[in-house]
């Protein structure tokens, strides 16, 4: 195929394209489960719950650029969380009937995956019909709790590692009608647990969490397993039984708690798991009659990439089939004991948030690999070099691609040595380089007519992108994504009704290499790049998608790019969408506290400064006055950059 042929081709493609082309391209229809889709107008569409209004992100971007809430921002949709909630409730509510198990479902949030406030509290207000409880796992996520509770029938599960002071909120908290549960998962504990209800005359009410020997599947599978940080192996079980009734208090043994760990990808891990704590549950269950709780913990994956794999970011089951297989495994084992079924609890934290919050970031430039050129620029001179790699340039064809590109590389190199050693102007290095930019271009576009494309031609793809500067950081926002490669769903919020004709990686306005996403959900396999549409110097957003489980709080202050500007969007009696919370984002004086520097005292500095160089007649009065409000404005405005 000619140049002309391919371009006309192109030209073609682009005619042709719509909206179903860049559902297939993004993957849209398998990461998004129904809750994300592209509209009629080329837009992100929104569905928070199945069945009800259909929302237009773009729409409520442009929406909050007028209220003078500014990009990088982060939309939170309260009711995906009420929807998710739901969801989770119906997989186990039709396993318990499908299997006539005879006992009830009860899941219990773990707020360590989410802890800000407002997304507590939406998952509480969704999940009260269901009586949704939450989990813990530190002293300060105790109080941050038992802040948000109601007497009502839910639990409030304590894990993690525990003092006195822990255990004494948390059995105090029985006192006000909270059905608090103290998980020992350190032998010690148990001793405490004794010591400090005999003091405050409590009757507690307590789980065992115990230590697999199986593993899960996935990034964290080693959270599980006989060397998991947590939990008890069976002698330690034993210990804390002999102690129980050592005290007369084995009725105080109430719930088995395991977790195979986060985001797990294979359902066959789970099983595996479950054979093994169903045994230990009725074994425990016999020497103590009153358990009547089997915590399964977390793990339900989410799948990032919609690849339905056991992949790091997806998942090869749903929600529906592990519930089943939860709710089968546990039946069997208490019929095959003769014991009574316990209420079932998940601790299924990330497959409740994930899905609710995007991060909405602006392209603010761009740096762009050149494009084919019909005839290319006047050289400054007529170094031979550089007169040959132009050559290299006007004579490449399909048959020769390979062969160009070798060529290319070679002359690049010769071009190098050449401006080191003094031989070569900085006006003939830098045309040489735009030179070689173009034909890297050509060799690209003309390969794709081959037959076979050899691989140091397909490397092309991965290394000549452009990059797409976005107002944001990747440490403070997307931090998995830095730091253990997770795949976040990514692609522009608008502009769908064409085609993205460009080849990116998306990178942040920090000062690290490291601040980019270089990988990208593709189909079938992930991708190295990312296409998007042409900057054109207008306003140009990006949605990240599925963050709403563990990067808020795990966003690190680097180059103290602090919190971004959050919204919690709901839908009103009427149907339409209201902007319920907003959660500003950090100021540069509240970030630069964080590094224990008082606003006052840097502003005092400065004006010492001022003194100083007025003193000096470094600078007027006039001047002096406009550096000192500059100052001062700095430390209220956003840490983001001004677009």
């Avoid at 990461?31 to 209004?53: A, H, R, V």
């Avoid at 198990?101 to 406030?117: C, L, M, T, W």
């Avoid at 760990?261 to 789970?270: N, R």
């Avoid at 080849?503 to 270089?518: P, Q």
Wanted: hydrophobic share 35%.
């Amino acid at each position: 195929m000619t140049e002309t042929k391919q371009q006309e081709k192109i030209s073609t493609d682009k005619e042709k394209w719509n909206l179903s082309k860049n559902n297939e391209l993004y993957w849209i229809n398998g990461w998004g489960e129904g809750y994300f889709f592209i509209n009629s107008k080329g837009n992100i569409g929104i569905q928070p719950e199945k069945g009800g209004p259909k929302l237009d992100l773009y729409e409520i971007v442009q929406a909050m650029d007028k209220r003078g809430i500014e990009a990088p921002i982060l939309i939170r949709f309260d009711g995906i969380i009420r929807d998710r909630i739901r969801k989770l409730n119906k997989a186990f509510d039709t396993a318990i009937k499908t299997f006539e198990y005879e006992n009830r479902y009860q899941s219990a949030y773990p707020i360590k995956v989410n802890q800000q406030k407002h997304i507590v509290q939406a998952v509480k207000q969704s999940g009260s019909e269901h009586h949704i409880g939450l989990e813990v796992g530190s002293k300060p996520e105790l109080l941050c709790a038992l802040s948000h509770y109601s007497p009502e029938e839910s639990l409030l599960l304590c894990n993690g590692y525990k003092d006195s002071e822990y255990i004494e909120l948390a059995l105090l908290s029985r006192k006000i009608n909270i059905r608090s549960i103290v998980i020992i998962e350190q032998f010690y504990e148990l001793q405490i647990v004794l010591d400090i209800a005999k003091k405050l005359n409590i009757e507690p009410e307590i789980g065992l969490r115990m230590k697999s020997a199986s593993t899960g599947s996935g990034r964290w599978a080693n959270s599980g397993g006989e060397l998991a940080k947590f939990g008890l192996n069976t002698h330690e079980i034993m210990q804390c039984i002999h102690l129980l009734k050592k005290a007369g208090k084995s009725h105080w043994l109430k719930l088995l708690h395991f977790h195979v760990g986060s985001q797990i990808t294979s359902i066959i891990s789970i099983k595996e798991t479950l054979r093994e704590a169903t045994r230990i549950y009725t074994e425990v269950a016999k020497l103590c009659p009153s358990m009547s709780f089997f915590d399964v913990g977390g793990g339900l994956g989410v799948d990032y990439e919609g690849a339905k794999t056991a992949s790091h970011s997806s998942m090869n089951y749903t929600m529906e089939e592990y519930a089943r297989d939860v709710v089968y495994a546990i039946k069997i084992a208490c019929d095959e004991e003769e014991l009574p079924h316990p209420v079932i609890i998940s601790e299924s934290g990330r497959a409740i948030t994930a899905h609710h919050s995007i991060l909405v970031t602006e392209v603010i430039d761009v740096a762009p690999m050149l494009d084919v050129v019909e005839k290319l620029p006047t050289p400054p001179s007529e170094q031979e070099i550089v007169n040959e790699l132009c050559f290299v340039y006007e004579t490449i064809t399909p048959e020769n691609c390979l062969e160009s590109l070798h060529d290319a590389f070679h002359h690049r190199e010769n071009i190098l040595q050449l401006f080191i050693q003094g031989n070569l102007t900085l006006e003939e290095r830098a045309y040489a380089d735009r030179v070689f930019r173009h034909l890297i271009a050509k060799i690209r576009l003309l390969s794709q007519s081959l037959e076979f494309i050899p691989e140091d031609l397909k490397k092309i793809d991965e290394k000549f992108l452009d990059l797409y500067f976005c107002n944001f950081s990747v440490f403070q926002s997307l931090p998995d994504s830095w730091a253990i490669g997770q795949l976040f769903p990514a692609m522009p919020i608008h502009r769908l009704n064409e085609r993205p004709s460009r080849r990116a990686h998306i990178v942040d306005v920090s000062c690290d290499s490291d601040g980019k996403i270089d990988q990208f959900v593709g189909k079938p396999n992930p991708a190295r790049y990312i296409y998007l549409h042409e900057f054109k110097g207008e306003p140009y957003y990006l949605g990240i998608f599925l963050v709403g489980a563990y990067q808020e709080i795990l966003g690190g202050l680097h180059n103290l790019f602090g919190d971004t500007n959050a919204v919690h969007i709901d839908i009103d009696e009427e149907g339409n969408w209201e902007f319920k919370h907003l959660i500003e984002g950090d100021t540069m004086s509240e970030v630069v506290n964080y590094m224990q520097y008082n606003a006052q005292e840097m502003i005092e500095s400065i004006r010492l400064s001022i003194e100083k160089a007025l003193k000096q007649k470094h600078l007027t009065y006039l001047e002096s006055v406009k550096i000192k409000k500059t100052f001062k404005d700095a430390l209220d405005n956003y840490t983001y950059l001004v677009v």
